[in-house]
C-alpha cells in the first residue's frame, strides 16, 4: 500500500457546492474561478466537470492556453488581462477573454490589428487599489472602448472587493454603491462578487458572480466554515502511519527538539511534511484526524514526516491521518497555523498523489 500523502478530490461535493452558489445567487451567471491550478484541486479535471458554469476565469494565459490544450471550449477570461500587446494575437487564436484595467491595456487594445474581436471585461477600482481603472478613468476608457472595432460589445463591467469576508465593516456597501454609481446609465452586465460577495453581500450578485474559493468547499468568511453555507469541502487531505512509537517523559522530539515529553507516551510518525505543502506551522499542538479521533501534533513538521502523541490510542502503522477535509476543515487549520485556507490548498505539491472520485457518471445514450 502506498504511504504517500494523498489529495482526495471530490467532484460531486464540487457539483454540490457550484449548486449552492447558483441557489445563493439565482439570476446570476458563474464565472467559476480556476486560477493556481484551481486551488491546488488540479485544473482540468476540476474544468470537466464545471460543465454548468457559463465560463472559466484564471490569473494567466499559460493557465488558460492549458484548459484549452485539455479540450476545454467553455468562454475563458483572463482576470488580469494581458501583459503586453503581443499577446493579443494568442488571446485571439484561442478566443480568450480580457479584463482590461489600466489605461495602457486600453490603448494597447484599441491600436492592436486582430484578426476579429475580442471580449472585454472592463474593471474598475472601486477601492481594493490593486487593479482597475480609477472611477474618473473608467468613462473614458469605456467610451475608447465602446468605438473600438477590437472590442466585442457590449462588453462586461467589474469590480473586486476587498473585504467582504468581514461583515462588520462598510467597505464593501461603499465599494458597491461607488461602482454601481459610475456604471450607471453604461451597456454591459455587472460582475462585482467573489465568494463572500456571493454568499454575504447579495446586493452585489449582478449577472455574474465569480466564486473560487467556495466552490471548493470552504467558507471564505472570517472564522466561517463551510457546513454555515451548506458548502462541501472537495479536498480531504491525508497520509498514513509510518511508525509507532514510545518516548519517556522528559524526552525531546524532534528538529531543534521543540518538545518535551511531560509523560511516558506513544508517538505515531505520519508520512507528511512542508515538502508536501503541509505547513511547517502547524508544529506543536495543530490536529490530526486518525479514525475519527483528534491527536496533537508534537515537534517540528519536518520536510517528509510530522510526529503525533496518540497516548494509549489504538493506532497501527498504515492508518489514515486525515490532515484536513470534511470532518477536519482547512479553515481550522489555517487558524491555527494563521493564514488564510486559501494558501494551504494552493501549497499542496506535486509529491503528493491526487485521486478524483465520485466524477459525474457519462450518461448513457
Ligand atoms: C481570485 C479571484 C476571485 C475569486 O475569489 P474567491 O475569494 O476565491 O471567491 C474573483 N475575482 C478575481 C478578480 C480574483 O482574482
Redesign the pocket.
Known sequence: MSRRPQARIDLAALLHNLQQLRAAAPNSKV?A?L??NA?GHGLLNVAEQLKDASAF?V?RIDEALMLRAGGIVKPIVL??GFFHADELPQVVASNLQV?VHHPSQVEALVAAELDSPVHVWL?MDSGMHR?GLLPEQFLQAYQQLCQSPNVIQPMRL?T?FAS??ELAVDSTQQQIDLFMNTVAGLAGELCL??????LAWPQSHGHWI???????GVS?MEQGRAEHHQLKAVMSFSSSVIAVREVKKGDKVGYGGTWTAPADTRLAVVAVGYGDGYPRAASNGCPVLIKGERYPIVGRVSMDMTSVDIGKADVQIGDEVLLWGADLPVEEIAEHVQTIP?ELLCNITSRVEFRYINAEQQKAD
Not at 462578487?193 to 456571493?198: L, Q, V
Not at 465569480?210 to 471548493?216: D, E, I, M
Request: aromatic share 10%.
Open positions: 464565472l474561478v486560477k493556481a486551488y476565469g490569473a482576470l488580469e479584463v474593471k487593479l467589474m473586486h467582504a469576508d462578487a467573489n465568494s463572500a460577495g456571493t465569480r466564486p473560487g474559493l467556495a466552490l471548493y471564505p486559501y
